[in-house]
């Protein structure tokens, strides 16, 4: 028995990652790295000191980031407010500006002066003001021997109290956000800015150069930058859209760095990386890894099947519907590389065997045994409401139809507000809409929905007819939908809107899925999370685990760090790190939407007039490098050892997309955007050489 526990010791040593780390794995929490990860990073090229990144009594790095919308990161780039992000984080508004006399999405925008600049109602951008450890304050009150409920009900009166006191005489917003599954809970206070105007924005045949193509891919020539201001009120304070207001004086704005980089520098990326499952449980995985990607992988390829062909045969279509597609594309082509990324490395075996090795670990702590067995046996529990989840939201709430009876079925009251809600809604929907499209993807979604999903979990009443709802509804007739909005009747709505078939089977769904499906997955994932959270901190005690911890990321700011390398994606290959202008021009091909380079750059390129930006006869345009980053980074400064800009975050190597459970220094790899090609962009292509005057270069 003994020797038996000692194997599996030295077999799980050897075999185990989790939670031992490897070299440029981790998104650290910016507070800490200055009794943490400093001395590594200055060891690796860093040359500055922590209170540089994060200070709270002084300006540091971290004021001159933001978390932009609720999903990207931006930088400041000027003292007068201007911000870099994505080209794909700003699409959103860049498309609502944009009409058929002002086609933006084509053009490419470029304002010439601040009265040009373009205000975008419902766009914030966040600074963090502070980030503090509150894990006493949360569990204040809390004990070891308590049940579930009753810690949550104090937990949450505690974070009210935490955040009110974060908030109280200031203009701040507050969040407490747990670590580490809850072993660890920390505050952080942001300063909100609404004002934000578009200033820059190269055209899409630039900023998405490539496409879904060249989506998550290495090599990439994407130009995947759009750039902002930010407005306050005249004493610098956030304030709504006025045109009063001021650009902003931010505390701190980034130095840009023109000497370009070289394989082996040092960089890192300061951003809000969105969500990671590090240490997740080996079942969890095998679950991801073996059902949910493929099946969810399956019904998207239906979708974009029948996007495509409808999109390639009508250019009309083609803009309609590339928004939608880019979005369904965008998590399919990820979770191939996912499934692919965690056979490969065998992240189930490797954690099924450091489980094995926790166990032994744990076997004279009653605190701890048996916890890694619990899980297990909770995820076998869980994985047919998981699965049916899965289909809900890629099957049934992917029907476009559905999701906007959706919109009707919850109206609650059909008071004039709410018509003209609707209204607003369904003009949005109509707009972007083919009913054709919609049908023949419902109709083979919903095949497959039937085919896998067992029939406890579906409506009563047998097969679903397709046909028949789509034939009967008035949903899909933006006429029709007008002139019954139009009615001032709002019984006659209700009861048209009641009796409508898509509103009918959306409801039928909508009550199998509250009352079958979800109530059981909540409650067995709350067990779920209570057992992390006894995992968690085993794993954090047992020795030899690894000392180097990081919290999954939760859409906070981190650090992550590593070095501008190339990979070997497949046998044979060699990736070198870094890309330019030569590959946009050896894609080029006007005949292919997303490979049209405009002609403006295609010009430049003959005569080879690049001014200041030429780099060896070329213009560089992305690198690539190992921090570790994910969804959210996008727009994420890329930094060198002096904390200057090198470039801008945008993607991820596909090989290496499984990185948000397992990281592999030999393949996971950021992809950023070279900050020179954006200049040279704003410069010689867009025109807008001014913006140039207000930024600070270090040559
Ligand atoms: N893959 C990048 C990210 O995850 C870019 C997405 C937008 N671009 C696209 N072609 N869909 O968000
Ligand atoms: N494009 C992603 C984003 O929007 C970043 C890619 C990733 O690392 O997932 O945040």
């Known amino acids: 028995m003994r020797k038996l526990s000692f194997f599996i010791l030295l077999f799980g040593l050897v075999l185990s990652l989790c939670p031992a780390l490897r070299a440029d794995e981790g998104m650290w929490l910016p507070s800490l790295i200055e009794q943490g990860h400093i001395k590594d990073m200055r060891a690796k090229g860093f040359r500055l000191k922590a209170q540089d990144l994060y200070a709270v009594n002084r300006a540091s790095l971290k004021d001159a980031i933001v978390r932009f919308g609720s999903g990207c990161t931006g930088e400041l780039i000027s003292d007068q407010g201007l911000l870099i992000t994505n080209h794909h984080c700003g699409y959103g508004q860049i498309q609502q500006h944009s009409s058929v006399e002002h086609d933006y999405l084509t053009d490419g925008f470029a304002a010439m002066n601040r009265d040009e600049e373009l205000p975008n109602p419902g766009l914030t951008v966040s600074f963090l003001v502070e980030m503090r450890d509150v894990t006493d304050s949360i569990l204040k009150g809390v004990t070891n021997t308590m049940d579930e409920t009753e810690r949550q009900q104090i937990v949450e009166a505690n974070k009210k109290e935490v955040v009110g006191s974060a ?10 956000e747990a670590l580490y599954y809850g072993n660890q809970y920390f505050l952080f206070v942001y300063e909100v800015f609404e004002d934000v105007r578009l200033v820059f924005a190269p055209p899409s045949a630039v900023g998405k150069f490539g496409g879904d193509t060249d989506n998550w891919m290495w090599p990439r020539h994407t130009g995947d930058f759009s750039i902002f201001r930010v407005y306050a009120s005249p ?29 082996g520098d040092f960089t890192f990326v300061y951003g809000f990386p969105g ?8 079942e969890a995985v095998r679950y991801i890894q073996e ?14 099947e029948v996007m495509n062909r409808a999109q390639a045969a009508d250019p009309a279509v083609r803009i309609q519907y590339a928004a939608k597609n880019a979005n369904v594309s965008n998590a399919w082509k990820k ?9 490969r490395l065998g992240t189930v075996a490797k954690k099924q065997a450091f489980e094995r090795r926790f166990e032994a670990w744990a076997a004279d702590k009653p605190e701890y045994a048996g916890v890694t067995e619990r899980l297990a046996r909770l995820y076998d529990s869980l994985e047919p409401y998981a699965f049916a989840r899965d289909y809900h939201t890629e099957a049934v709430l ?6 906007f009876a959706g919109t009707f079925a919850g109206v609650e009251e059909w008071t004039p507000e709410a018509i003209e809600q609707v209204r607003k809604r369904s003009a949005a929907f109509f707009k972007d809409y083919v009913p054709a499209i919609d049908r023949e993807t419902a109709r083979r ?6 085919r896998h999903v067992p029939e406890s979990f579906r409506p009563q009443g047998g097969k679903i007819d397709v046909g028949a709802i789509f034939d009967s509804t008035l949903l899909v007739d933006s006429v029709r939908v007008g002139r019954l909005l139009a009615e001032g009747d709002t019984a006659a709505v209700r009861r048209i809107v009641d009796s409508d078939a898509a509103v009918r089977a959306f409801r039928a769904f909508t009550a199998v899925y509250k009352t079958r499906i979800e109530p059981a997955y909540k409650e067995l994932n709350g067990q779920i999370d209570r057992l992390y959270r006894t995992y968690m901190r085993g794993m954090m005690e047992m020795p030899g685990a690894g000392k180097a911890f990081y919290p999954d990321a939760n859409s906070t700011l981190r650090i992550a760090y590593g070095k501008v390398e190339g990979y070997r994606p497949v046998d044979a290959v060699v990736y070198e790190p870094v890309s330019t202008l030569e590959g946009v021009m050896e894609k080029d091909n006007p005949e ?12 430049l390129y003959e005569t080879k007039d690049y001014g200041r930006w030429a780099v060896n006869g070329t213009v560089p345009v992305a690198f690539i490098a190992t921090n570790h980053t994910t969804g959210g980074n996008s727009g994420s400064p890329v930094l060198n050892g002096r904390g200057e800009l090198i470039g801008v975050n945008f993607d991820r190597c596909w090989e290496g997309t499984m990185s948000d459970l397992e990281y592999d220094p030999e393949v996971c790899r950021n992809i950023a955007l070279d900050i020179r090609y954006a200049l040279f962009l704003i410069d010689r292509v867009g025109g807008a050489g001014y913006l140039l005057d207000e930024m600070k270069f270090a040559e």
């Open 167 to 176: 908030t109280e005489g200031n203009h701040y917003r507050a969040s407490v």
């Open 235 to 263: 004493d610098n304070k956030p304030a709504p859209y006025s045109p009063d207001n001021v650009p902003y004086v931010p505390k701190k704005s980034f130095t840009i760095s023109l000497k370009g980089i070289r394989p």
């Open 275 to 282: 969500r990671t499952y590090q240490y997740l449980h080996s």
């Open 291 to 304: 059902k949910s990607d493929p099946h969810k992988v399956r019904l998207r390829t239906l979708r974009l």
């Open 335 to 343: 979770w191939q590389g996912e499934m692919k990324g965690l056979k």
């Open 398 to 403: 992917a029907i476009e139809l559905f999701r």
């Open 445 to 450: 979604l919903l095949e497959e929905y039937e």
């Open 592 to 603: 292919i939407y997303d490979y049209n380079v405009p002609a403006r750059l295609r010009r």
